[in-house]
């Protein structure tokens, strides 16, 4: 087992009901106002946002706010979000959405705490030192973003999504209620599943070495969403299906399935994550549904570097029975896209919607190599190259 740093600060309330805490914890944390930042509209359609505002009055605490953050969050609304803050002296910013709302607020955040263009973090311009508090209502489970410490935000005037990861944006408090997530539509909960599955994958896959107890959870989280999202899609107001999604959301993402875990200085592999982000980055696709698409391409091309510990994910999470290790292997990665197949995600970009050209392959992997300047990935180090490969054998 690799030394490791785990840090899960964040305060989370789980269960029904628990949006109407939002202003006590404000309050809690030392909000003096709050800006109430969200999408494009489900969170007024449901009531939520009307039963957190009733919550913050409730706690005295002021508030003004800013909507429509669409998905993958664009860099424009979050400059104007903090040209608003700093307007209005918000000292808090509280996301109630999905993870591009989350991501977003962590973004002013960064923002408020800094003199120069909050872009300056995501080109890699300049680190974080400081941010402002932020707190979260979940309303679909996915990203993790909850207890995670990123954001990943799009400049839509490049066509760049890149990510910034601190402790320092990490969510004071997560209130989440299952019920909130039984409106997101099927694909979005699909996407969500798929998602969440990938960021265990992405520190499972991650070298060949055994540790427990964290492959034992990781793999234990990765089956519970397997059984789950069935249910969720069959009855999208299965409370203990919502229950065990979202909750899986938020240990894939917090650090608890990676304990451990690294190989070559890297905690976990991330090269799906680092792929797909170009995806949506260039072509505005869903995280999640990109992440699918990708999958087998890339299982394939790094399988042979890790047999054993594909066939380890075959036997354990998805019941195959296979004494060879490579055969093993290859039976679970398939395995695993007729489980994404028949939750309605793509498993690969055509099926995604995208027919690329060879110059767009090109342009992916050189932007995906920020430039021709690094590499990606664990299981097997992918050079600009590689990274192009992966996205062909995925078209
Ligand atoms: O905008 P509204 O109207 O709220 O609608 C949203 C949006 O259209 C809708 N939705 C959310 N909750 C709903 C709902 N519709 C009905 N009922 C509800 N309860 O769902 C759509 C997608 O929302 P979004 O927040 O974009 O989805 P998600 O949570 O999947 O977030 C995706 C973003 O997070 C990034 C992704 O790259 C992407 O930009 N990620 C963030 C991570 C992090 N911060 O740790 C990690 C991830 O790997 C990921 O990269
Ligand atoms: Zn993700």
Not at 9 to 37: D, I, N, S, Y
Not at 152 to 168: A, F, H, M, P, Y
Not at 318 to 338: H, N, R, S, W
Not at 374 to 395: C, P, Q
């Amino acid at each position: 087992m690799n030394n490791f740093k785990y840090f899960a600060p964040t305060h989370v309330e789980f269960g029904k009901g628990v949006e109407e805490r939002a202003g006590a914890l404000v309050r809690q944390f030392g909000g003096k106002k709050v800006l109430l930042h969200y999408g494009g509209g489900s969170v007024k359609r449901s009531g939520l946002l009307d039963r957190v505002i009733a919550s913050l009055d409730a706690a005295g605490v002021p508030w003004v706010e800013l909507g429509g953050v669409v998905p993958n969050p664009r860099i424009s609304k979050v400059r104007e979000g903090v040209e608003l803050c700093r307007r209005e002296g918000v000292d808090f910013l509280l996301a109630v959405g999905g993870g591009s709302a989350i991501d977003s607020a962590k973004a002013i955040g960064y923002g408020l705490a800094y003199d120069g263009d909050v872009w300056d973090f995501y080109a890699r311009k300049a680190t974080p030192t400081a941010s402002f508090p932020v707190g979260c209502v979940l309303t679909l489970a996915a990203t993790g973003s909850e207890m995670s410490d990123s954001s990943v935000i799009s400049n839509e005037e490049t066509g760049q999504k890149r990510g910034v990861n601190t402790d320092l944006c990490r969510c004071k408090f997560a209130l989440l209620n299952p019920e909130l997530t039984y409106t997101v539509p099927p694909y979005q909960t699909a996407a969500g599943c798929a998602d969440i599955i990938s960021h265990t994958m992405e520190r499972y896959f991650a070298g060949e070495e055994t540790v427990e107890p964290t492959d034992s959870i990781a793999e234990g989280v990765i089956r519970s969403v397997i059984e789950m999202a069935p249910r969720a899609l069959r009855n999208p107001e299965d409370y203990e299906a919502r229950a065990a999604i979202m909750w899986a959301g938020s240990l894939s993402h917090n650090g608890l399935t990676g304990c451990g875990h690294g190989g070559h200085g890297r905690v976990g592999d991330w090269a799906c994550h680092q792929l797909e982000h170009e995806l949506s980055g260039m072509f505005d696709v869903t995280h999640g549904a990109g992440l699918a698409a990708i999958w087998e391409a890339w299982s394939t091309y790094v399988m042979p570097c890790a047999p054993k510990r594909f066939a380890r994910f075959a036997r354990n999470v998805m019941g195959v029975a296979e004494a060879d290790d490579e055969k093993a292997a290859l039976a679970g990665i398939a395995a695993y896209k007729e489980f994404l197949r028949s939750i309605g995600m793509p498993t690969n970009l055509r099926e995604l919607g995208l027919t690329l050209t060879d110059e767009q392959l090109d342009k992916l992997a050189y932007n995906c190599s920020f430039e021709g300047t690094r590499d990606i990935g664990s299981v097997r180090i992918l050079a600009e190259s590689d990274m192009r490969e992966v996205y062909r054998l995925a078209r």
